[in-house]
């Protein structure tokens, strides 16, 4: 069964799809890494088969475009948002409520809507919680006071098994929230289960860089002065109303309770460029707009809106009742909504596109290329990309290898320095290939210099 592959092959996202259709007989866990991993490996071929069926990675289960294309037939196609039936930048006109919130407050809005006018009994969403395994982990709220305490943005390893299987069968309706994956594997367990079919009532996607494991938020608090063992939580997205949206701050809060924060652009691996951390996972996967959830929500990192601190969402609307509640905040003045056509938004996410469509067509080919599996993508294996892109993206994937284990050995020997002195080396290596050549840096110089001489004449 290909779910073994994915397993072995590191590509396990730890949603835990597989845990939930067995009824919780293929175990999850958190590795020695800070990853929510599956082992399928004890199970009856039988079990193995139903969990390669909702494995979001695995080659039986349908893709994104497959999926999509039964959910929504009658929408229009982007070539990189997928189906879509409205895109457009958005933010809440509440302030106080936004200085909340990690970008412009819709997810966290619209999840309140659903819940007050009774179109669902609760939220599955990542949110501290009272998990063993770290700091967050899914949870179900059930209302509007547990929503707002559990909102922002996570870069946090997690799994929703367990929150899934504690209502399977309940009879309540939930609207799920989660990255592209987690949503994937959502759709899949929805085919699959009678009884999600009817639990599982609105799914609500989240743009994705890539997923962290735990190890993210413990390097950054552990550069504020608070190693890993007295870490009791983290806040990714501090905004600073002296800065635009990109430029947020990170705080972390210590067992002892107290509080540290710094710009996050300060913090060694905080660069998303560098992909520190990052899930193997995710150097395979090609949705990046949440393609078979019923409306996406991202940052909209764009010129027009990333100058205001309060920051703004890019919405791609799929359902016409969310839609239609969105249409219903920007009548009541709730919603600020800016109008921007599907190639605009797909904008907003140039560098993650180069990363999931052109890097993921080079990933293919090496380990191909070296007879390793891969799981079946929607996009071709190639060594034919931008030569200059090449070395990016093969530095990328090994920076965030190295990055897991050095920074296992850094708690092992408790010494940040270890960490830092084994990485700084290898990320002044990454960011040189974003340099232009020498030649090239002083032809423009030297153009500089003859256009200054000749408006001084």
């Not at 073994?4 to 590795?31: E, F, Q, R, Y």
């Not at 967050?136 to 909102?151: C, G, K, M, T």
């Not at 800016?338 to 993921?360: T, V, W």
């Not at 030297?446 to 000749?454: A, N, S, T, V």
Request: hydrophobic letters at 35%; aromatic letters at 8%.
């Amino acid at each position: 069964m290909s779910i073994l592959n994915v397993v072995n092959a590191g590509m396990c996202v730890g949603c835990g799809g597989c845990s939930v259709i067995t009824g919780g007989k293929i175990p999850m866990k958190v590795d020695n890494l800070g990853v929510w991993q599956a082992d399928p490996s004890q199970v009856l071929p039988t079990l193995q088969e139903a969990a390669s069926n909702v494995c979001p990675f695995a080659d039986e289960s349908p893709n994104e475009t497959e999926i999509a294309t039964e959910e929504f037939p009658e929408l229009p196609v982007h070539p990189k948002l997928g189906r879509y039936r409205s895109t457009f930048a958005a933010r809440l006109t509440d302030q106080e409520y936004l200085e909340g919130s990690s970008s412009g407050g819709l997810t966290s809005w619209l999840l309140l809507q659903l819940l007050e006018r009774g179109h669902i009994d609760g939220v599955l969403h990542v949110g501290s919680g009272n998990s063993v395994d770290g700091m967050f982990a899914y949870v179900v709220s059930h209302s509007a006071d547990e929503l707002q305490s559990r909102r922002k943005s996570i870069y946090y390893s997690t799994s929703m098994a367990d929150a899934i299987l504690s209502v399977r069968g309940n009879g309540k309706r939930y609207a799920l929230v989660g990255v592209p994956c987690f949503i994937t594997a959502g759709r899949l367990l929805a085919r699959n289960d009678v009884e999600l079919r009817s639990q599982l009532s609105y799914f609500l996607g989240l743009v994705c860089g890539h997923l962290k494991s735990s190890a993210f938020a413990e390097l950054l608090a552990w550069q504020l002065g608070i190693p890993p063992k007295e870490l009791e939580t983290v806040d990714f997205r501090v905004k600073n109303p002296a800065e635009n949206a990109g430029s947020y701050d990170f705080s972390a809060t210590s067992v002892t309770g107290e509080t540290r924060q710094a710009p996050t652009s300060t913090l060694l691996g905080a660069n998303w460029g560098l992909a520190t951390f990052q899930l193997e996972a995710c150097n395979f996967c090609d949705d990046v707009f949440a393609e078979t959830a019923d409306i996406t929500f991202g940052d909209a990192w764009l010129p027009e809106f990333v100058s205001d601190w309060r920051g703004h969402n890019v919405i791609v609307t799929r359902h016409p009742l969310l839609a239609e509640i969105i249409e219903d905040g920007v009548t009541s003045g709730q919603v600020s909504r800016h109008d921007i056509g599907p190639d605009r938004s797909a904008d907003s996410q140039a560098g993650n596109f180069r990363h999931r469509r052109e890097g993921l067509q080079l990933r293919l080919h090496d380990d191909q290329s070296a007879g390793k599996w891969t799981p079946r993508k929607r996009v071709e294996a190639t060594a034919d990309i931008n030569e200059k892109r090449k070395p990016i993206v093969r530095q990328r994937r090994e920076l965030a290898s190295t990055s897991h284990l050095l920074f296992e050995e850094a708690k092992e020997l408790g010494s940040l320095e270890h960490f830092t002195n084994s990485i700084e080396p290898q990320v002044k290596s990454y960011m040189r290939l974003y340099r232009e050549p020498f030649p090239k840096r002083a032809a423009r110089w030297g153009f500089r210099q003859i256009m200054r001489l000749l408006r001084l004449n």
